[in-house]
């Protein structure tokens, strides 16, 4: 599928009605890693039927400002089923339980917290600053890895001292273990479409995983991730740092903060995910 002729986000992760509490999507192979939808993707669609679930209940939230998700197995692209149980609605947050199907296979189940979130919003206090590293002019696009379908759904820039860890071919240099972090900037390539709160979701799990950075394969299948969307995003670039809490074990515990351009808050996310090491790496 050529750039020209792939779906957008906003059409990838929408859901179709399908009887009360059901929802079809058709999980798109632009947003997939080593042929799997990404954790990210994943969790846009699962607000996409949260949102449309407690709309039917009678909740008017218009975002969904906290997604918990678990991949009890990895969906495939295709058709699949979204149902959802609206746990409460309420007047500034609704709760809605959301699991998508494939078959009889449940492949994944979040746990999805609506709200509404205000242009005008500034943060009255913000305890994490956005990472230092050159303008977006100054970086280096980072090239796209064949196996990382989701790369041409979004670019990324890096600043050209602290990218040795990611290849000339879009893989994993020889020369890592610079220190279990990375930090970049990314634009979403949408037909001009700027980030909002439910597309920002998909940045919260979209950057390399900083295991790599240590000397890991770049397998990091996830096993639960937990994002916040925070404010609406003000920018075209978003920039976002990732890095290891801990490695152990076969496992990381990583965390991801995302800044608009203004160095606002935008989003975070945690996840556990299991990690794989090459030969000499540990």
């Known amino acids: 599928m050529s750039d020209d002729q792939a779906v957008r986000l906003a059409d990838a992760g929408a859901v179709e009605p399908e009887g009360e509490g059901r929802f079809r999507v058709t999980l798109a192979d632009r947003f997939t890693a080593f042929g799997r939808p990404t954790g990210g993707y994943l969790q846009c669609v699962m607000a996409s039927a949260a949102l449309a679930g407690a709309s039917e209940a009678g909740a008017t939230h218009l975002h969904a400002t906290a ?49 509404s979130l205000r242009e005008t919003s500034r943060a009255k206090y913000q305890g994490s600053a956005a990472p230092v590293i050159a303008a977006v ?20 820039r890096g600043d050209p001292t602290a990218t040795s860890w990611w290849g000339a071919a879009g893989d994993v240099a020889d020369d890592v273990a610079v220190g279990g972090e990375v930090a970049l900037w990314l634009r979403l390539r949408d037909e001009g479409r700027p980030w909002d709160p439910w597309s920002t979701l998909f940045a919260t799990d979209a950057l390399p995983p900083a295991t790599i950075t240590l000397g890991s394969t770049g397998w990091v299948p996830t096993l639960q991730l937990t994002s916040y969307v925070r ?52």
């Open 231 to 282: 404010r609406i995003p003000s920018s075209e670039w978003l920039l976002a740092r990732q890095w290891c809490v801990t490695v152990a074990d076969g496992s990381v515990d990583e965390r991801c903060e995302v800044f608009d351009a203004s160095g606002e808050l935008v989003a975070s996310s945690s996840q556990l995910a299991l990690v794989r090491f090459g030969a000499g790496n540990g």
């Open 137 to 156: 002019a100054d970086c280096d696009v980072l090239a796209s890895h064949e196996d990382l379908d989701f790369h041409r759904a979004v670019e990324f």
């Open 67 to 115: 997604v918990a998700t678990n991949f009890n197995a990895a969906p495939s692209p295709g058709p699949a089923i979204a149902t959802t149980r609206v746990r409460r609605v309420g007047r500034a947050a609704s709760f809605v339980h959301v699991t998508l199907s494939q078959g009889e296979v449940v492949t994944t189940e979040s746990l999805v917290t609506l709200g």
